[in-house]
T-cell receptor
Framework: NAGVMQNPRHLVRRRGQEARLRCSPM?????VYWYRQLPEEGLKFMVY????????ESGMPKERFSAEFPKEGPSILRIQQVVRGDSAAYFC????????????FGSGTQLSVL | SQKIEQNSEALNIQEGKTATLTCNYT??????LQWYRQDPGRGPVFLLL?????KEKRKERLKVTFDTTLKQSLFHITASQPADSATYLC???????????FGSGTRLSIRP
């Protein structure tokens, strides 16, 4: 079984551009979580999605950030009009069961905003 | 607000000794607690899960304790090896909560 796949591995954007980060969960997993990590810091929860539904987006900035997990295809984290402060590692995780289950993480996307 | 604190940013241990990492939390009543390992440039990898009604859990050289009164978990690595060097993250989840929240991690270095 393939693990959680994230792409691209590295993404460079200039200020004002859009960034799209993709995450394909493990086979059979229908729960996806997005986390953001700054250097030497822990993982900050952003959003939790189930197929076609946003379950909890309490960690997501109100503007410029959006996430989706369509019925078909990967989950997408979209950042519009990126700023330098958006530079970070973004990790996606998937789980089999809602809440009470371990998370399987991808290798992350390192976003650099010039 | 919910807060998770992990002891000291870095821990330096002699090979063969037991490494003990601490995770304290406030304003939260988790149904379970997890420990993950993260290597540089990689995503976290799940190690152990312990539920609120469990006091201790073991897996090979790893041992986790969970004290819901003290709001604390201890993570032990016995007979530590240089290959155990990594950052260790604790995470909390609630049966009714939809998200799992993480501490900032402890960087563990095992010197030969």
């Amino acid at each position: 079984n393939a693990g959680v796949m994230q792409n691209p591995r590295h993404l460079v954007r200039r200020r004002g551009q859009e960034a799209r980060l993709r995450c394909s969960p493990m086979k059979g997993h229908s729960h996806v979580y997005w986390y953001r990590q700054l250097p030497e810091e822990g993982l900050k929860f952003m959003v939790y999605l189930q197929k076609e539904n946003i379950i909890d987006e309490s960690g997501m900035p109100k503007e410029r950030f959006s996430a989706e997990f369509p019925k078909e295809g990967p989950s997408i984290l979209r950042i519009q009009q990126v700023v330098r402060g958006d530079s970070a590692a973004y990790f996606c995780a998937s789980s089999l069961v809602r809440g009470d289950e371990k998370l399987f993480f991808g290798s992350g996307t390192q976003l650099s905003v010039l | 607000s919910q807060k998770i604190e992990q002891n000291s940013e870095a821990l330096n241990i002699q090979e063969g000794k037991t490494a003990t990492l601490t995770c304290n939390y406030t304003n939260y009543s988790p149904a379970y607690l997890q420990w993950y390992r993260q290597d540089p440039g990689r995503g976290p990898v799940f190690l152990l899960l312990i539920r609120e009604n469990e006091k201790e859990k073991r897996k090979e050289r790893l041992k986790v304790t969970f004290d819901t009164t003290l709001k604390q978990s201890l993570f032990h690595i016995t007979a530590s090896q240089p290959a155990d060097s990594a950052t260790y993250l604790c995470a909390l989840g609630g049966s009714s909560a939809s998200k799992i929240i993480f501490g900032s991690g402890t960087r563990l270095s095992i010197r030969p």
